[in-house]
Protein backbone atom coordinates (compact mmCIF):
# COMPACT_ATOMS: atom_id res chain seq x y z
CA UNK A 1 0.00 0.00 0.00
CA UNK A 2 1.24 3.14 -0.51
CA UNK A 3 2.41 5.60 2.01
CA UNK A 4 0.44 8.68 3.01
CA UNK A 5 1.42 12.26 3.60
CA UNK A 6 0.72 15.68 3.70
CA UNK A 7 1.74 19.33 3.60
CA UNK A 8 -1.20 20.94 6.31
CA UNK A 9 -1.64 25.07 5.98
CA UNK A 10 -3.87 27.91 5.33
CA UNK A 11 -3.24 29.37 2.31
CA UNK A 12 -1.59 25.90 0.65
CA UNK A 13 -2.48 26.18 -2.63
CA UNK A 14 1.39 27.85 -3.64
CA UNK A 15 2.80 25.39 -1.94
CA UNK A 16 6.18 23.59 -3.60
CA UNK A 17 6.19 20.40 -0.78
CA UNK A 18 4.38 17.96 -2.61
CA UNK A 19 6.81 18.45 -6.14
CA UNK A 20 9.06 18.09 -4.02
CA UNK A 21 8.46 15.64 -2.21
CA UNK A 22 7.06 13.53 -5.29
CA UNK A 23 10.84 14.08 -6.58
CA UNK A 24 12.66 12.72 -3.62
CA UNK A 25 10.09 9.62 -4.19
CA UNK A 26 10.85 9.06 -7.59
CA UNK A 27 14.89 9.37 -7.17
CA UNK A 28 14.89 6.92 -4.01
CA UNK A 29 12.34 4.53 -5.45
CA UNK A 30 10.09 4.88 -2.08
CA UNK A 31 6.43 4.27 -2.94
CA UNK A 32 4.68 7.22 -1.32
CA UNK A 33 1.90 10.15 -1.99
CA UNK A 34 2.44 13.32 -0.78
CA UNK A 35 -0.40 16.06 -1.06
CA UNK A 36 -1.52 19.28 0.25
CA UNK A 37 -4.16 19.91 2.64
CA UNK A 38 -5.78 23.27 3.57
CA UNK A 39 -7.02 23.26 7.26
CA UNK A 40 -9.48 25.64 8.70
CA UNK A 41 -8.15 28.32 11.08
CA UNK A 42 -9.50 26.75 13.67
CA UNK A 43 -9.65 23.00 12.72
CA UNK A 44 -6.04 21.97 12.31
CA UNK A 45 -6.25 19.00 15.29
CA UNK A 46 -9.04 17.79 13.77
CA UNK A 47 -7.83 18.01 10.31
CA UNK A 48 -4.43 16.14 11.59
CA UNK A 49 -7.11 13.72 13.56
CA UNK A 50 -8.93 12.77 10.26
CA UNK A 51 -5.27 12.13 8.13
CA UNK A 52 -4.29 9.83 10.81
CA UNK A 53 -7.61 7.72 10.53
CA UNK A 54 -7.30 7.32 6.69
CA UNK A 55 -3.77 5.70 7.26
CA UNK A 56 -1.87 9.38 7.23
CA UNK A 57 1.96 8.12 7.78
CA UNK A 58 3.49 11.76 8.58
CA UNK A 59 2.90 15.40 7.83
CA UNK A 60 4.56 18.67 6.83
CA UNK A 61 3.28 21.51 8.91
CA UNK A 62 3.34 25.47 7.47
CA UNK A 63 1.98 28.84 8.58
CA UNK A 64 0.04 29.44 10.75
CA UNK A 65 0.38 26.21 13.17
CA UNK A 66 3.64 25.59 13.30
CA UNK A 67 3.07 26.19 17.21
CA UNK A 68 -0.27 24.55 17.80
CA UNK A 69 1.23 21.40 16.02
CA UNK A 70 3.87 21.26 19.06
CA UNK A 71 0.94 21.06 21.33
CA UNK A 72 -0.30 18.51 19.59
CA UNK A 73 2.28 16.27 19.25
CA UNK A 74 2.67 14.39 22.43
CA UNK A 75 6.83 12.98 22.09
CA UNK A 76 9.14 15.76 20.39
CA UNK A 77 12.71 16.24 19.21
CA UNK A 78 15.31 17.74 21.22
CA UNK A 79 15.57 20.76 18.61
CA UNK A 80 11.35 21.07 18.45
CA UNK A 81 11.52 21.31 22.11
CA UNK A 82 14.40 24.13 21.64
CA UNK A 83 12.27 25.81 18.97
CA UNK A 84 8.92 25.59 20.50
CA UNK A 85 7.59 24.64 17.08
CA UNK A 86 6.80 21.59 14.86
CA UNK A 87 6.91 21.49 11.13
CA UNK A 88 7.41 17.67 10.63
CA UNK A 89 4.95 15.20 12.22
CA UNK A 90 4.95 11.12 12.22
CA UNK A 91 2.41 8.99 13.08
CA UNK A 92 2.67 5.53 14.52
CA UNK A 93 1.64 3.42 17.22
CA UNK A 94 -1.36 6.20 17.49
CA UNK A 95 1.37 8.24 18.57
CA UNK A 96 2.01 11.55 17.23
CA UNK A 97 5.93 12.83 16.97
CA UNK A 98 6.87 16.41 16.08
CA UNK A 99 10.18 17.35 14.77
CA UNK A 100 11.69 20.53 13.07
CA UNK A 101 13.34 20.79 10.44
CA UNK A 102 14.01 24.23 9.86
CA UNK A 103 17.04 25.21 11.33
CA UNK A 104 18.93 21.97 9.60
CA UNK A 105 17.18 23.04 6.41
CA UNK A 106 18.93 26.70 6.77
CA UNK A 107 22.29 25.40 7.55
CA UNK A 108 22.58 23.02 5.19
CA UNK A 109 21.38 25.30 2.60
CA UNK A 110 24.35 27.93 3.59
CA UNK A 111 26.91 25.04 3.72
CA UNK A 112 26.45 22.83 1.03
CA UNK A 113 25.05 24.96 -1.15
CA UNK A 114 26.19 28.66 -0.54
CA UNK A 115 29.80 27.67 0.49
CA UNK A 116 28.92 29.54 3.30
CA UNK A 117 29.81 27.61 6.69
CA UNK A 118 28.49 29.89 9.89
CA UNK A 119 31.51 28.98 12.05
CA UNK A 120 33.54 31.55 13.13
CA UNK A 121 30.99 34.46 11.43
CA UNK A 122 29.11 37.02 12.91
CA UNK A 123 25.80 36.30 12.58
CA UNK A 124 22.47 38.79 13.03
CA UNK A 125 19.27 37.12 12.58
CA UNK A 126 15.86 39.73 12.13
CA UNK A 127 13.24 38.80 13.79
CA UNK A 128 12.41 37.02 16.89
CA UNK A 129 8.86 34.93 16.33
CA UNK A 130 8.64 31.03 15.19
CA UNK A 131 11.07 31.23 12.28
CA UNK A 132 13.95 32.59 13.89
CA UNK A 133 13.73 30.49 17.12
CA UNK A 134 13.70 27.45 14.96
CA UNK A 135 17.06 28.13 13.25
CA UNK A 136 19.29 29.32 16.28
CA UNK A 137 20.16 26.14 17.98
CA UNK A 138 21.13 24.59 14.33
CA UNK A 139 23.38 28.23 13.57
CA UNK A 140 25.05 27.61 17.00
CA UNK A 141 26.00 24.85 16.78
CA UNK A 142 28.15 25.77 13.97
CA UNK A 143 29.97 27.45 16.39
CA UNK A 144 29.83 31.17 14.91
CA UNK A 145 31.93 34.05 16.30
CA UNK A 146 28.55 35.52 17.45
CA UNK A 147 24.85 35.40 16.54
CA UNK A 148 22.82 38.67 17.39
CA UNK A 149 19.15 39.16 17.65
CA UNK A 150 17.28 42.13 16.65
CA UNK A 151 13.82 42.36 16.39
CA UNK A 152 11.30 45.60 16.09
CA UNK A 153 10.34 45.50 20.00
CA UNK A 154 13.29 44.67 21.83
CA UNK A 155 11.98 42.87 24.32
CA UNK A 156 10.98 40.12 22.15
CA UNK A 157 14.75 40.17 21.19
CA UNK A 158 15.54 39.61 25.01
CA UNK A 159 13.25 37.30 25.67
CA UNK A 160 14.12 34.75 22.55
CA UNK A 161 18.09 35.18 23.25
CA UNK A 162 17.76 34.27 27.25
CA UNK A 163 16.36 30.93 25.80
CA UNK A 164 19.74 30.49 24.35
CA UNK A 165 21.86 31.17 26.87
CA UNK A 166 24.43 33.99 26.62
CA UNK A 167 26.03 33.03 23.44
CA UNK A 168 22.98 35.00 21.73
CA UNK A 169 22.94 38.93 22.20
CA UNK A 170 19.23 40.99 21.53
CA UNK A 171 18.46 44.35 20.54
CA UNK A 172 15.62 46.13 18.88
CA UNK A 173 16.56 47.44 15.01
CA UNK A 174 17.26 51.25 16.15
CA UNK A 175 20.44 49.95 18.10
CA UNK A 176 21.85 47.98 16.03
CA UNK A 177 25.83 48.51 15.44
CA UNK A 178 28.95 46.72 13.93
CA UNK A 179 29.33 44.44 10.69
CA UNK A 180 28.05 40.99 9.80
CA UNK A 181 28.45 38.15 7.60
CA UNK A 182 25.60 36.82 7.71
CA UNK A 183 22.49 38.42 7.91
CA UNK A 184 19.48 36.32 7.99
CA UNK A 185 15.73 37.82 7.80
CA UNK A 186 13.45 35.88 9.34
CA UNK A 187 10.80 38.88 9.62
CA UNK A 188 7.57 38.97 7.83
CA UNK A 189 8.42 42.18 6.62
CA UNK A 190 8.68 40.30 3.39
CA UNK A 191 5.52 38.89 3.19
CA UNK A 192 4.43 42.63 2.96
CA UNK A 193 7.21 43.75 0.56
CA UNK A 194 8.16 45.52 3.34
CA UNK A 195 12.37 46.23 4.62
CA UNK A 196 13.05 46.35 8.47
CA UNK A 197 14.40 49.81 9.30
CA UNK A 198 18.53 48.66 9.10
CA UNK A 199 21.56 50.48 8.80
CA UNK A 200 23.32 51.33 5.47
CA UNK A 201 26.79 49.66 7.39
CA UNK A 202 24.87 46.78 8.59
CA UNK A 203 26.97 43.95 6.11
CA UNK A 204 30.65 43.16 6.70
CA UNK A 205 32.56 42.86 3.76
CA UNK A 206 31.47 40.18 1.30
CA UNK A 207 28.98 39.29 3.63
CA UNK A 208 26.19 37.22 2.83
CA UNK A 209 22.30 38.44 3.27
CA UNK A 210 19.99 35.62 3.21
CA UNK A 211 16.19 35.82 3.15
CA UNK A 212 13.62 33.19 4.10
CA UNK A 213 11.01 34.06 1.83
CA UNK A 214 11.45 32.19 -1.63
CA UNK A 215 10.52 33.21 -5.25
CA UNK A 216 10.54 37.06 -4.81
CA UNK A 217 13.05 39.69 -4.74
CA UNK A 218 12.24 40.90 -1.61
CA UNK A 219 13.26 44.54 -0.23
CA UNK A 220 15.55 43.66 2.07
CA UNK A 221 17.24 41.48 -0.80
CA UNK A 222 17.72 44.49 -2.63
CA UNK A 223 18.89 46.37 0.31
CA UNK A 224 21.72 44.07 0.44
CA UNK A 225 23.14 43.85 -3.07
CA UNK A 226 22.60 48.38 -2.76
CA UNK A 227 25.10 47.39 0.08
CA UNK A 228 27.77 45.56 -1.14
CA UNK A 229 26.45 41.97 0.49
CA UNK A 230 25.72 38.94 -1.75
CA UNK A 231 22.28 37.84 -1.93
CA UNK A 232 20.20 34.26 -1.47
CA UNK A 233 16.67 33.63 -1.00
CA UNK A 234 15.04 30.95 1.31
CA UNK A 235 14.26 27.90 -1.99
CA UNK A 236 17.55 25.79 -0.60
CA UNK A 237 16.02 25.79 2.70
CA UNK A 238 12.42 25.09 1.33
CA UNK A 239 14.22 21.58 -0.40
CA UNK A 240 16.84 20.96 2.53
CA UNK A 241 14.25 21.17 5.16
CA UNK A 242 11.94 18.61 3.24
CA UNK A 243 14.93 16.59 2.73
CA UNK A 244 15.19 16.23 6.13
CA UNK A 245 11.50 15.58 6.63
CA UNK A 246 11.99 13.00 4.26
CA UNK A 247 15.01 11.27 6.25
CA UNK A 248 13.23 11.49 9.42
CA UNK A 249 10.14 9.47 7.66
CA UNK A 250 11.61 7.35 5.45
CA UNK A 251 15.46 6.64 7.05
CA UNK A 252 16.55 7.52 3.32
CA UNK A 253 18.35 11.18 2.76
CA UNK A 254 17.93 12.53 -1.05
CA UNK A 255 20.00 14.27 -3.00
CA UNK A 256 18.36 17.92 -3.13
CA UNK A 257 20.99 19.66 -5.61
CA UNK A 258 19.10 18.59 -8.92
CA UNK A 259 15.44 19.77 -7.10
CA UNK A 260 16.68 22.96 -6.35
CA UNK A 261 18.20 23.12 -9.53
CA UNK A 262 14.55 22.09 -11.29
CA UNK A 263 12.76 24.48 -9.12
CA UNK A 264 15.06 27.85 -10.11
CA UNK A 265 14.71 26.76 -13.56
CA UNK A 266 10.92 26.60 -13.62
CA UNK A 267 10.81 29.83 -11.66
CA UNK A 268 13.04 31.40 -14.63
Known sequence: ?????????????????PAIHAAFARQTGQDLHYEAILAPLDGFSASIAAFMAAGGRGANVTVPFKEEAFR?????????E???????????????????????????????????????ARILLLGAGGAARGVIEPLLDRKPAGLVVANRTPGRARELAGLFGPGVAACGFGDLEGRFDLVVNATAASLAGELPPLPADLFAPGALAYDMMYGRDTPFLAFA???????????GMLVEQAAEAFFVWRGVRPDTAPVIARLQADAC
Do not use: C, W
Open 1 to 17: MTDRYAVFGHPIAHSKS
Open 72 to 80: LARRLSARA
Open 82 to 120: RAGAVNTLSFGGGEIFGDNTDGAGLVADLVRNRQRDPAG
Open 225 to 235: RTHGAATADGL
